[in-house]
């Protein structure tokens, strides 16, 4: 089949190399013809294992190509995917559609005949009326259907949860756009990954209630954290002790700073806003965002509590700055709240990350950033594990405690076994144990 996908940035672009290597003829999109140079000339805009590889054989095979001519790109295809950006509205909070909306114009302006437009961008629920409406407007000469159809990838392990998902939901009532959408999916169907064929509505709507539930476990067992230091219990075996039991499942119940990134923040986000305007609050959903933001700031009082009375003057080496390991993405990261609070407090911050440094250089130019975990150690007060990234799951503790002025760990995402720390002479502080 030939399939546009219009945006070349973290969903456009997975979704359109696993497709290629589907056997599909992809064509990718974008506006920034710098980004479309790299493309071509085999540089990755974001950081994916495993995403230059992808991209790189199947643009030798020939089944992959870029483009920043949609107009050419969408003559002619049998499927069109929307995945351009839906950041949060300046001002209101709401899902800024301003990408979608202008995609879909010139998407209006430039098909040729029969085709399926599918929004693969995170939108509130309505969006894909919206999308016909104007597509109607301007070309209602031609039959084209509006399809939900969200992603469900997680940075780091994109690649894989797009070959292996854990299912395929398409909004559609539309027989022929089921026909072609079965089509584009061939390859996972045959594979036994379930389609979930719902109305376009339900399909948008999935989406933002499976990023809530997910940010709602996590900021569940960061409050149960918090209970466990009060009451001197271990949050790792209350997850453990909650997480068998099968209706509640192990993923997601792991104590740390709070969640960040692309999704979750701006989902949640919006999924309040679109609740707000149609009169139906989730007042769990308005808990969860207010506890996380809140727990940023509350992980830099931490490391202030670890590092004394007066903390004013002293270093902190961060480790990680990206919200996760195995990406270079900083939205919303844990480590800009922590380092702003430590800023706040005369602290210096010395820093450290295998793959979000660039981006973190133009967040918190205030820092200083280092080419390795032992470097920004040098002199430290405390180190603080903020990314749990593999690089530092095997610190040399004993080199580590030699470069610092003061043995103080602070591991805010349990990596570390309490006694292997202290045995090395630290002073260990860690997150619900």
């Known amino acids: 089949m030939r399939i546009t996908m219009i945006g070349s940035g973290y969903v456009g ?174 390859p996972l169907y045959l594979n036994e990954s379930p389609i979930l064929f719902t109305s376009r509505r339900t399909s948008e709507l999935i989406k933002y209630a499976a990023n809530a539930f997910l940010a709602t476990k996590i900021t569940f067992i960061n409050e149960i954290a918090d209970l466990c230091e009060a009451v001197g219990a271990d949050v790792q075996d209350v997850s453990r002790g909650i997480g068998l039991d099968n209706r509640i499942g192990k993923k997601f119940l792991h104590a740390g700073p709070g969640y960040g990134g692309s999704c979750f923040p701006k989902d949640t986000l919006a999924l309040l806003k679109t609740a707000e305007d149609h009169d139906s609050p989730v ?72 793959e979000g440094m660039t981006a973190a250089k133009a967040m918190m130019p205030e820092l200083t950033f280092c080419k390795d975990a032992y470097e920004a150690a040098e002199g430290a007060d405390a180190v603080v594990i903020v990314t749990e990234w593999d690089a530092f799951r095997a610190l040399d503790l004993g080199k580590l405690k030699g470069l610092m002025s003061a043995p103080v760990m602070v591991d805010l995402r349990n990596v570390y076994r309490r006694g292997d720390v202290e045995a090395a002479g630290f002073s260990y502080t860690a997150v619900g144990r």
């Open 13 to 186: 672009l997975v979704s359109g190399a696993c497709f290629s290597d589907f056997g599909h003829d992809v064509i990718c999109v974008d506006k920034d013809a710098g980004k479309i140079a790299a493309l071509e000339a085999g540089r990755m805009p974001i950081y994916e294992p495993g995403l230059d590889t992808l991209v790189g054989a199947n643009v030798a095979a020939g089944r992959l190509t870029f483009s920043t001519d949609l107009a050419a790109s969408v003559a002619g295809a049998d499927a069109i995917f929307i995945a351009v950006g839906t950041p949060t509205r300046r001002g209101d909070g709401h899902a800024d559609l301003s990408y979608v909306f202008a995609a879909t114009e010139e998407i209006a302006g430039a098909v040729t005949g029969p085709t399926v437009v599918v929004t693969k961008s995170t939108v509130p629920v309505g969006t894909g009326d919206e999308v016909e409406r104007i597509l109607r407007e301007r070309r209602g000469d031609i039959d084209v259907q509006v399809v939900s159809n969200p992603e469900f990838l997680r940075e780091g392990a994109a690649i894989g949860d797009f070959k292996r998902p854990d299912r395929i939901v398409i909004g559609t009532d539309d027989e022929r756009a089921r026909k072609v959408m079965r089509e584009v999916y061939r």
């Open 283 to 354: 007042h769990i959903v308005e808990a969860v965002v207010k506890v996380n933001d809140s727990r940023k700031r509350a992980m830099g009082r931490k490391v202030l509590h670890a590092l004394g009375t007066e903390p004013r003057g002293k270093t902190v080496a961060l480790l990680g700055l990206t919200f996760k390991p195995n990406t270079d993405d900083m939205r919303d990261a844990p480590s800009i709240a922590i380092a702003q609070a430590l800023g706040d407090a005369g602290v210096t911050v010395r820093s450290y990350d295998p």
